[in-house]
């Protein structure tokens, strides 16, 4: 029995592929932390546009089909996983998707290594099947949960303690999203892009283009927003044939029936979210479903932007409404409304477009120094290598 307390581990991080999403950016994270406190991270994947960075921050790609939900490609995985693990001297086995995480579990159990898991997603609660099948993420001697809410979930559905739970929220480089690292001839640059035109209040709905985000409830809400401002929509407007959406279809058809055409604007995939915040007054995330956490709300405050979101899920944790006045001295972070409640979104819109620059400028601030305090990058993988010395102290007994 070899005890590794005082030093970073070998860390075996499983996910189906290494595309854009939380899971995947969580995953290069904690790869930079391992590397910079001295452990090694091994991805095992099928892959993606994150290859490339995992092995730029000192971590390790091996690629397997750990994608599949086929039964047999799952139970070839076990041995497949178990063999990596021991060729690598991992640790601990961390799986980041409920694909992957029945392979990871038998593998851990077949080796006599810790396995545990972190729900991203949903938490759903029927069918039972479904259940079943998901509760592979519980089933470690730890579970992170990245917010109270997915906690509760978790709890709630899945019947398990709560000391087995560790609550890890997502977090962001407040560093990136700093506007004081973006220059005005950038700003000027993307809001002639964009068709920006002077004086127009900018208001920016950074998420996927699909039905649950809530963007046509937003389309809807700013339909009856008086004076002069534009809609940004960001998110891939194409389907998987490369053909325009139906759903995009549905915003462009709705927005010509409310006279809205000339003040949308579909940006598509914007890489440089940091310059995308610096360029609106407002973010809105319109989430007709409760988020898990929310990350998008977290780095718009990030960028001193001052958010609208949907009142549940993690919103609730990561967007601070309070009833103080809107001046320098305010907590408030933002403001929460009831989901798919396009009345209460359009008088809040009116509300907030209606405050002053230096109102929504404190606010933003409040925003930033919220975030800096509790949402960083930093803090999560500070928490999470400290789990994974708790996991391989209890497990060997330590």
Not at 130 to 149: C, D, H, P, W
Not at 187 to 205: N, T
Not at 242 to 270: D, P
């Amino acid at each position: 029995m070899t005890s590794i307390t005082g030093t970073a581990p070998n860390i075996l991080q499983i996910i189906p592929r290494l595309d854009g999403g939380g899971a995947e950016a969580t995953t290069l994270e904690i790869t930079k932390a391992l590397t910079a406190a001295g452990g090694r991270s091994v991805v095992v994947s099928e892959g993606g546009k994150l290859s490339d960075s995992i092995i730029a921050a000192g971590g390790e790609i091996i690629n397997a089909p750990v994608a599949s939900k086929n039964p047999f490609i799952i139970y070839q995985n076990i041995n497949r996983l178990a063999r990596i693990a021991e060729e690598q001297n991992i640790d601990i086995l961390h799986a980041r998707s409920r694909a992957p995480a029945w392979s990871s579990l038998w593998a851990a159990q077949k080796i006599g290594k810790p396995y545990l898991a972190t729900y991203h997603s949903k938490v759903h609660d029927n069918p039972k099947l479904k259940i079943l099948y998901n509760s592979v993420m519980t089933r470690g001697v730890r579970v992170i949960a990245n917010s109270e809410f997915t906690a509760a979930r978790i709890r709630a559905v899945h019947k398990i303690a709560s000391e087995k739970i560790a609550i890890i929220p997502r977090g962001c480089d407040p560093a990136r999203f700093d506007p004081a690292h973006i220059s005005d001839a950038d700003i000027k640059k993307q809001r002639a892009a964009w068709g920006v035109q002077d004086g127009e209040f900018v208001i920016l709905c950074p998420a996927r283009l699909t039905r649950w985000k809530g963007q046509m409830v937003l389309l809807d809400a700013v339909a009856r927003l008086p004076g002069n401002f534009r809609l940004i929509l960001t998110g891939d407007t194409s389907d998987k044939t490369g053909a325009e959406s139906r759903f995009a279809k549905e915003l462009k058809a709705r927005a010509l029936e409310a006279g809205l055409s000339e003040k949308l604007v579909f940006a598509g995939h914007v890489a440089n979210m940091p310059l995308a915040y610096a360029v609106a007054d407002l973010a809105v995330l319109p989430s007709l479903d409760p988020e898990p956490f929310g990350r998008t709300a977290v780095e718009a405050q990030a960028a001193t932007l001052p958010v609208i979101v949907s009142d549940a899920g993690g919103f609730r944790e990561t967007v601070r409404e309070d009833d103080a006045l809107y001046d320098s001295d305010t907590n408030r972070t933002g403001w929460r409304v009831p989901s798919g409640d396009v009345d209460a979104l359009a008088d809040k819109l009116q509300t907030v477009t209606s405050l002053s620059h230096d109102a929504l400028s404190a606010i933003g601030q409040a925003a930033r120094l919220w975030v800096m305090e509790n949402f960083t990058t930093e803090k999560m993988c500070v928490q999470t290598l400290q789990i994974y010395q708790l996991v391989i102290r209890d497990y060997h007994g330590a």
